[in-house]
T-cell receptor, first 107, second 112 residues
Framework: GQQVQQSPTSLVLQEGENAELQCNFS?????MQWFYQRPGGSLVSVFY???GTKQSGRLTSTTVIKERRSSLHISSSQITDSGTYLCAINMGYKLTFGTGTSLLVDP | EAAVTQSPRNKVTVTGGNVTLSCRQTNSHNYMYWYRQDTGHGLRLIHYSYGAGNLQIGDVPDGYKATRTTQEDFFLLLELASPSQTSLYFC???????????FGPGTRLTVL
């Protein structure tokens, strides 16, 4: 089965609403990352978060290794937050990616 | 200034053609990676390297060669391109094998 599962698959928000994206993994890992992918392709690392909680502006990532889950919280969403959010786990040398959450923020 | 760059950004070739994708990183990282991204499969590792002259096989290596000429430069070679290799290719670098990976902007390759 899939080692990294993300939910929801897609999400539509009104501007200003909050969002919670989930990432669950079925194996132990060394670290994990969240990425944002713009329509058109480029990948931007949002968080490198082996464990615990990290915040950057309106984004907060919480990773609980023993529970094999990570979440990405987006507060006060903006239209420019639209895109795909990918989580990836590192088990030793490569990243194994989830299939992503597609986020659309409407005005 | 971008720390991982890729060239070309877009490439169109024909079946059987030769293609070389280039990646340069200025992070002084030891590890470099080539991934491909396809709808329905996500991102998958093709090859990676932990130093100049080193090459390690990833999960989907068939049809690809790679060469790490310097710490900064990592090349992906498709010697007989096939339509199944039409994809978005990403290069990445990291300091060690479990550290944060930094990605380039991607190369979109189309094989007709």
């Amino acid at each position: 089965g899939q080692q990294v599962q993300q939910s929801p698959t897609s999400l539509v928000l009104q501007e200003g609403e909050n969002a919670e994206l989930q990432c669950n993994f079925s194996t132990s890992l060394n670290s994990m990352q969240w990425f944002y992918q713009r329509p058109g392709g480029s990948l931007v690392s949002v968080f490198y978060n082996p464990s615990g909680t990290k915040q950057s502006g309106r984004l907060t990532s919480t990773t609980v290794i023993k529970e094999r889950r990570s979440s990405l919280h987006i507060s006060s969403s903006q239209i420019t937050d639209s895109g795909t959010y990918l989580c990836a786990i590192n088990m030793g040398y490569k990243l194994t990616f989830g299939t992503g959450t597609s986020l659309l923020v409407d005005p | 200034e971008a720390a991982v760059t890729q060239s070309p950004r877009n490439k169109v070739t024909v079946t059987g053609g030769n293609v070389t994708l280039s990646c340069r990183q200025t992070n002084s990282h030891n590890y470099m990676y080539w991934y491909r991204q396809d709808t329905g499969h996500g991102l998958r590792l093709i090859h990676y390297s932990y130093g100049a002259g080193n090459l390690q096989i990833g999960d989907v290596p068939d049809g690809y060669k790679a060469t790490r000429t310097t710490q900064e430069d990592f090349f992906l070679l498709l010697e007989l391109a096939s339509p199944s290799q039409t994809s978005l290719y990403f290069c990445a670098s990291s300091d060690n094998n479990y550290a944060e990976q930094f990605f380039g902007p991607g190369t979109r390759l189309t094989v007709l």
